[in-house]
């Protein structure tokens, strides 16, 4: 177990990592690693339902990162719930500048911000951004602190 929490320290332990960590772990008895995929999988859901309470036709979602000044989205959480409001057939738009092709997983890019921010009803957010300010109210994030 000692090894396992020195893995999770060592490597940071992003959430797309616990899944890896239960499978390098799968034989050695822990319940910690299991909890944090669980609680990964949790809060995905509540922020799928916080949106939906919206009522929205077409949710945006700005940025696919997950952190400033990334341009790596490979395993980012906001898929998951990408393909959580897709269940419940909403329509999604991606705000994603570092994104040159006009379709991701499905769904319109649109690298336009004034036509991004006009075309969504609720916008989900990793993190409070500036030019988030003038859309505020259709915002949603966890991101309490406009802190990463």
């Given at each position: 177990?000692?090894?396992?929490?020195?893995?999770?320290?060592?490597?940071?332990?992003?959430?797309k990592?616990?899944?890896?960590l239960?499978?390098?772990?799968d034989?050695?008895?822990?319940?910690?690693i299991?909890?944090?995929?669980?609680?990964?999988?949790?809060?995905?859901?509540?922020?799928?339902?916080?949106?939906?309470?919206?009522?929205?036709?077409?949710?945006?979602?700005?940025r696919?990162?997950?952190?400033t000044?990334?341009d790596?989205?490979?395993?980012?959480?906001?898929?998951?719930?990408?393909?959580?409001?897709?269940?419940?057939?909403?329509?999604?738009?991606?705000?994603e500048?570092?994104?040159?092709?006009?379709?991701?997983?499905?769904?319109?890019?649109?690298?336009?911000?004034?036509?991004?921010?006009?075309?969504?009803?609720?916008?989900?957010?990793?993190?409070?951004e500036?030019?988030?300010?003038v859309?505020?109210?259709k915002?949603?994030?966890?991101?309490?602190?406009?802190r990463?």
């Amino acid at each position: 177990m000692l090894r396992i929490l020195h893995t999770i320290e060592a490597t940071g332990c992003l959430p797309k990592d616990t899944k890896q960590l239960l499978a390098n772990y799968d034989n050695v008895p822990q319940n910690l690693i299991r909890a944090i995929v669980r609680s990964n999988r949790t809060r995905k859901k509540h922020i799928t339902e916080m949106i939906m309470r919206r009522d929205p036709e077409v949710v945006g979602i700005y940025r696919l990162t997950m952190k400033t000044d990334s341009d790596n989205f490979r395993a980012s959480a906001i898929q998951g719930i990408i393909e959580r409001l897709k269940d419940e057939d909403v329509e999604i738009i991606i705000y994603e500048p570092t994104l040159k092709a006009t379709e991701f997983n499905g769904c319109r890019v649109v690298n336009d911000f004034e036509e991004f921010s006009e075309d969504s009803d609720v916008i989900l957010a990793n993190r409070l951004e500036s030019a988030l300010e003038v859309v505020k109210d259709k915002v949603y994030t966890r991101d309490l602190y406009s802190r990463d």
